[in-house]
């Protein structure tokens, strides 16, 4: 075993460990919004920085861990709060993936927007299956204004950690 | 660090912002502009997608309160309670849910607009006549 392997696994579990004390950080912060569904999403701020520190891979392995370790410590594993973000964990990785490797011209911005909306669509999803909801479709295009706007947000503070990450660690 | 990725802001990043907007915006307009056509308001009561009250919100003359009651609906949390009221609008109010959200919504009395609680599977929204007719046809 070399160094370099166990860095990154001390790296990776403090990126999870960040992801899942800013989950808990955020259900803290009310919001004025009495839209369910609302959020900031400063837990996929740990998502990107890991996507652009290291790959894909890590990208899913820390996003499962942390959306089932927020499940067995806070809502309760298959209790429908954990449902939903697992369905919205999904959609929202399937088209971070298929853009990250398929549009290269986009930059972080675009991929932390798509992220967000994806995942709206993917909770909506779960809720209308979940709850036979499907008015709530009727929620889309306002979450899909405030992901816009909170994608581009995590996406410039997550530009500050990685570069500042760049900086602190040169070697991986 | 992969650097194939840029960090900083391209037109593409900023095409899917405007689309995403427009796209939402788009359709928050063409909503609106079907729910504001003429007919009476309707305040329809949905549990998981079945309509189990609806009440006329034009023709009602006094305040009025509507109560879900568990033993009719075992899914519910608790007695779901909706407050009518011909001044300030519709409500729901001392929820038993986890969240509270619903609460925050406070009285709503125009078309459109809708109070939406998911754990208890209970959708309160006001609807126009016609656009009721237009649902119960299609």
């Known amino acids: 075993m070399n160094v370099s392997k166990t860095k990154k696994i001390t790296r990776l579990s403090m990126f999870l460990a960040l992801g899942i004390v800013l989950n808990i950080l955020e259900s803290m912060i009310p919001l004025p919004i009495p839209i369910p569904g609302v959020k900031l999403g400063l837990a996929n701020l740990m998502g990107l920085t890991v996507l652009y520190f290291y790959s894909p891979k890590e990208y899913l392995l820390i996003g499962f861990l942390r959306v089932f370790l927020v499940a067995l410590l806070r809502t309760g594993l298959g209790s429908p709060a954990s449902i939903l973000s697992f369905s919205g964990y999904i959609l929202s990785s399937i088209f971070v993936l298929i853009i990250y490797y398929f549009v290269k011209k986009i930059s972080i911005y675009g991929l932390s927007i798509s992220s967000a909306i994806f995942h709206s669509i993917g909770q909506i999803i779960g809720v209308i299956i979940l709850y036979s909801l499907p008015s709530m479709i009727n929620y889309l295009p306002i979450l899909m204004i405030s992901s816009t706007i909170s994608g581009i947000l995590i996406a410039y503070l997550s530009t500050i950690i990685l570069n500042l990450l760049n900086k602190a660690f040169l070697i991986k | ?138």
Do not use: W
Request: hydrophobic fraction near 40%; charge should be negative.
């Open chain 2, 1 to 138: 660090m992969k650097n194939n990725f840029s960090l900083k802001f391209n037109i593409f990043d900023i095409l899917i912002a405007i689309l995403a907007i427009l796209i939402s915006v788009s359709s928050i307009i063409i909503v609106n502009y079907k729910a504001n056509s003429n007919g009476d308001r309707i305040i329809n009561i949905q549990y998981q997608n079945t309509s189990i009250a609806k009440i006329n919100y034009d023709e009602l003359k006094e305040d009025m309160v509507y109560v879900i009651k568990k033993e009719d609906y075992p899914d519910l949390y608790g007695d779901f309670t909706v407050e009518i009221s011909i001044d300030k609008g519709v409500r729901v109010h001392n929820i038993t849910c986890p969240n509270h959200t619903c609460e925050k919504y406070g009285y709503i009395s125009k078309k459109g607009k809708s109070i939406v609680c998911i754990p208890n599977g209970v959708i309160v929204s006001i609807e126009s006549e016609s656009i009721d007719d237009v649902i119960s046809v299609g």
